[in-house]
C-alpha cells in the first residue's frame, strides 16, 4: 500500500456505518489513525460496530450529534449516500472540514493502476464488461466501488500486477480531492439523484471529477452523442478518446459496415455480440476502449462479447413460466435505464415499475410506454408512475403493494409469449434496502409461479 503515513495520527471521524463505512473505520485504524464512528441507526443488534468496538474504535450510535465535530478533527469520510444537506455534514463544511469518501482513501493507497468508470446508465454493464475482457492480459483485474465491493478495502489488497476497475457514482466522486484514475469512462449524463445534488449542472460537476485530476498520460473515454458530457470534459487535461455509435470517429471507437471498430481497427460485427439492448452497444464500446488501452487482446474482447448475456439485475432473464419470459432490471433506477429496457424488446411488454419518490414527474417516460401494454405499478410513485401511462394510453393499469405482489399480478393479466419486465424507473428505498434486494423479491416471487 502507498500513502498510509497520510492516515498517521489523523483524527478521522466517519459518517455512515454500512460496508464502506465499516471497512474504511477497519482501515485507517490499521494505518494509526484516531477513529470515531458515528451510525444513524441504534447500537442494539449492530454487529459492525461491536467488531469496531473490539479493536479500540470509538462507536457512536442512535443520531448524528454535532458535538462530534469538537473532537479536534482532520476530516470525516461519509457514506455516499449521505447527504450534503445532513445537519452534520452541513456543519462540518462550515467549520472547513474536509469531507471525503472512501474512494478518496483507495486512490491514495492503490498500487494498482486504476480504471474508472462513471454516468448516469450503464456504469455496472461496462465495469463487468472491462473486467472480463481484461482477463488473461498482462494485469490481473479486480472489479470494485459501486458494484458491490467496497473500492477502499480491494485497493488495500492491491498490487502493481492489478488494475483496479471500479464503477463509481456521483455520490462516491463527490467527495475526493486527489482522486486520479488512469483511464476514466463518462459514459452518458441524465437528469438523476436531483434530490441529493440539486440540479442537473450540480450532478454533472460532481461525474466530471472523476477527470478532474487526470493529466496528458491518463485517458478519458466518453460518449462523444451526448452534449452534456461533451461539455464537461472540455477542460479534462487527459487524452480524449470517444465513442459513437452514430458517427465515425477515428480516435476512438465507433460502428462502420455492420461492425464495430477502434482506432480503424475492426473489432467485432454486431450480429456476433450476444448481449441485448441497442443501449448496450454504447457501453461496449466504451469497454472496448477502456480495455484496449489497458492491453486487453482482441481475442478475449471477442470471446466475452460473444458469449456475455449481461448482469445481475441489468435485464436479467430469470426464467420462463407458461410461455411468460421474465426479466429483472432492478438495477434501472432512473427513466433513461427504464426507456433502454423496454426498447431492447420488440414487442409490447407488461411492466412492473414505481419505488422512491424523489419529486419527479415521469413525462420523459410516457413515449416509451407506448411500447407497455400493461402497466403494475408500485411503491411511493405508484401513482405518478400510473399517471403516465394514462397519458400514454395504456389500457391496463394495476397498482401492487409491492414487487412480491406485483409479480402474479402481472401473471395473471398475461398470455403465452408476453415478456413481463421489472424496470422500475426508481430508486428502491421506500420499500426496500437495496435494488439487489428488490431484485432478488422479484426472482423469488417469479420461482414461485413455478
Known amino acids: 500500500m502507498k500513502n498510509t503515513h497520510f492516515f498517521q495520527d489523523k483524527n478521522i471521524l466517519i459518517v455512515g456505518l454500512a460496508k464502506s463505512g465499516f471497512a474504511a473505520a477497519k482501515l485507517l485504524h490499521s494505518f494509526g489513525a484516531n477513529v470515531i464512528v458515528n451510525d444513524r441507526d441504534k447500537r ?3 454487529l459492525e460496530a ?5 479493536l479500540g474504535i470509538r462507536v457512536e450510535c442512535g443520531g448524528h450529534p454535532l458535538s462530534l465535530l469538537d473532537n479536534q478533527l482532520d476530516f470525516l469520510v461519509k457514506n455516499p449516500g449521505i447527504p450534503y444537506h445532513n445537519p452534520l455534514i452541513e456543519e462540518a463544511i462550515k467549520r472547513g472540514l474536509p469531507v471525503y469518501t472512501e474512494v ?15 454516468g448516469s446508465n ?3 454493464t461496462t465495469t463487468t464488461l472491462i473486467g472480463e475482457m481484461l482477463k488473461n492480459s498482462e494485469k490481473n483485474p479486480i472489479v470494485a466501488g459501486n458494484i458491490g465491493t467496497v473500492f477502499s478495502e480491494v485497493a488495500a489488497q492491491s498490487t502493481p500486477r492489478d488494475i483496479l476497475v471500479a464503477e463509481l457514482s456521483s455520490f462516491q466522486l463527490m467527495g475526493t480531492e486527489r482522486f486520479k484514475p488512469q483511464i476514466s469512462v463518462f459514459l452518458n449524463l441524465f437528469e438523476a439523484h436531483l434530490d441529493y445534488h ?11 471529477k472523476i477527470t478532474e485530476n487526470q493529466n496528458q498520460d491518463d485517458y478519458v473515454i466518453y460518449n462523444r452523442d451526448d452534449e452534456n458530457v461533451v461539455e464537461l470534459l472540455k477542460h479534462s487535461k487527459a487524452m480524449h478518446v470517444p465513442f459513437s455509435v452514430k458517427n465515425k470517429v477515428v480516435e476512438g471507437s465507433y460502428i462502420q459496415d455492420g461492425a464495430l471498430f477502434f482506432q480503424q481497427k475492426k473489432i467485432i460485427n454486431l450480429k456476433d455480440i450476444v448481449l441485448p439492448g441497442e443501449h448496450n452497444l454504447s457501453n461496449i464500446m466504451a469497454a472496448i476502449s477502456a480495455s484496449l488501452l489497458a492491453g486487453a487482446s482482441v481475442e478475449q474482447i471477442q ?7 449481461g448482469v445481475t439485475h441489468r435485464l436479467q432473464y430469470v426464467g420462463d413460466v407458461e410461455g411468460r419470459r421474465f426479466y429483472n432490471d432492478s438495477k434501472a433506477t432512473n427513466i433513461l435505464a427504464t426507456k433502454a429496457a423496454i426498447s431492447a424488446f420488440p414487442n409490447p411488454v407488461i411492466l412492473l415499475a414505481g419505488g422512491l419518490d424523489r419529486g419527479n414527474s415521469f413525462d420523459d417516460l410516457i413515449p416509451s410506454l407506448k411500447n407497455v401494454k400493461v402497466l403494475v405499478t408500485f411503491g411511493q410513485t405508484a401513482d405518478k408512475m400510473a399517471e403516465a401511462g394514462k397519458q400514454a394510453g395504456i389500457e391496463t393499469i394495476k397498482r401492487a403493494d409491492n414487487v ?3 409479480v402474479p399480478l402481472a401473471f395473471g393479466l398475461s398470455k403465452k409469449s408476453d415478456v413481463i419486465l421489472l424496470s422500475p424507473a426508481c430508486a ?3 420499500q426496500y434496502k437495496t435494488f439487489e434486494q428488490r431484485g432478488d423479491m422479484f426472482i423469488n416471487s417469479v420461482h414461485k409461479l413455478k
Open 303 to 309: 470471446k466475452v462479447l460473444t458469449t456475455f448475456a
Open 104 to 118: 478518496e482513501i483507495a486512490g491514495l493507497i492503490a498500487e494498482a493502476s486504476i480504471i474508472a468508470i462513471t
Open 428 to 430: 428502491s428505498w421506500d
Open 198 to 208: 440539486g440540479s442537473l449542472d450540480e450532478y454533472g460537476k460532481a461525474k466530471a
Open 122 to 124: 450503464g456504469k455496472t
Open 50 to 54: 461491536e467488531q469496531l468496538e473490539k
Open 44 to 46: 442494539e443488534g449492530n
Open 404 to 406: 412480491e405482489e406485483a
